[in-house]
């Protein structure tokens, strides 16, 4: 995505709170606070080092610095990098949720503002909606989703929302089949009339998911409960890195050690930043005994290469490294 086109999107967003926030103090059509996004019951017509052990994730660990990555290959372009540390891909439109915890699964309906100022909410007590203005479920952000806690026959799909704890896994399914997974952080209760709508709808460096639902006791004069439920859930750090980063780079091959000196064959990709050499010794233990930068020879030459196991792993601009190679033969 585009620095361009990311700004729009932001300029796009902060529009639709503004105008969020101007229904919440407005009261439009009579209503105000969190009704302006509330789902409820169907009484409702609509409702909202050097050397160093590798470690034992394989290359899963990928919390290096870009800056780390530089110093250690000597040969990223900086302005380059940080265009590519910055584009993400674009994510299709959620089409499914499921929550495993409280056997919940469910269709999503992309939905926005009515005309009387609260978020459409889904057209079955089954369905779940998506708030399209807002963020879609993995973008920087917050997504929104809400969905009916009863009905006039009695619960409704989010009826068991207060039962999630924290650490529970949330599932959104895109119209690919590709999924996300966010991980549950805490629960809140809200007086329908004053919920922070901004942190809940709000930009955010977060990738996050909140749900609503109805909650405390319904106020038959308003034909609404009195409360708001949001649920708070944010991206798990696997898919993060899938989507800020793509996948982890490939592992070189032909790995060959031939009297002292080890090669191996580079791994066609324009994010590769280096490779590293590991000598594994007879306690099974991992060393990382040197760098080699993409434009430097696929070899490393040393009087000891002999008396071990090597293999070698791929780095790539992110930080990212690949599982290792075969051991050298």
């Known amino acids: 995505m585009t620095r361009m086109n990311q700004n ?15 229904l919440l103090f407005a009261g439009v059509a009579g209503y105000s606070g969190f009704q302006v996004f509330a789902s409820g019951s169907s009484n409702q017509d609509t409702t909202p080092a050097d050397v160093q052990e590798r470690p034992e994730t394989n290359g899963e660990d990928l919390g290096e610095s ?3 990555v530089e110093e250690e290959f000597v040969l990223l372009n900086e302005a380059e990098a940080e265009m590519a540390l910055e584009e993400e891909a674009e994510q299709t439109a959620p089409s499914g949720l499921s929550i495993p915890s409280i056997d919940i699964t469910a269709e999503l309906e992309p939905q926005g503002v009515l005309e009387n100022g609260q978020m459409g909410v889904p057209s079955t007590e089954d369905g779940v909606a998506w708030f399209e203005p807002g963020a879609k479920p993995g973008e920087k952000g917050n997504a929104v989703m809400a969905g009916h806690v009863d009905s006039r026959t009695g619960p409704a799909v989010f009826y068991d929302l207060d039962k999630l704890e924290e650490g529970d896994e949330i599932e959104v399914t895109d119209e690919e089949g590709e999924v996300l997974t966010f991980v549950v952080t805490h629960s809140v209760s809200y007086d329908r009339t ?32 009195d409360e708001r439920l949001v649920v708070y859930t944010e991206l ?3 898919d993060v890195q899938k989507i800020e980063n793509g996948d982890p780079p490939e592992a070189p091959d032909n790995v060959i050690l031939s009297a002292s000196q080890l090669s191996f064959h580079a791994v066609r990709d324009e994010n590769v930043a280096g490779y590293r050499v590991y000598e594994r010794n007879a306690e099974g233990e991992d060393q990382h005994i040197e760098s080699i930068a993409v434009h430097e020879r696929k070899s490393f030459s040393s009087p000891d290469l002999a008396d071990g196991e090597y293999y070698v792993t791929t780095v790539d601009i992110f930080g990212q490294e690949s599982e290792p190679s075969e051991p050298a033969e």
Do not use: W, Y
């Open 236 to 238: 798990q750090e696997e």
């Open 8 to 22: 729009k999107k932001a300029r796009r967003k902060s529009s639709i709170l503004i105008v969020l926030a101007m």
């Open 66 to 68: 870009l800056e780390a």
């Open 194 to 225: 004053e919920a922070p709508i901004e942190e809940i709808f709000g930009p955010s460096n977060t990738r996050s998911l909140n749900l609503i639902t109805c909650t405390g006791t319904f106020d038959q004069a308003e034909g609404t409960h």
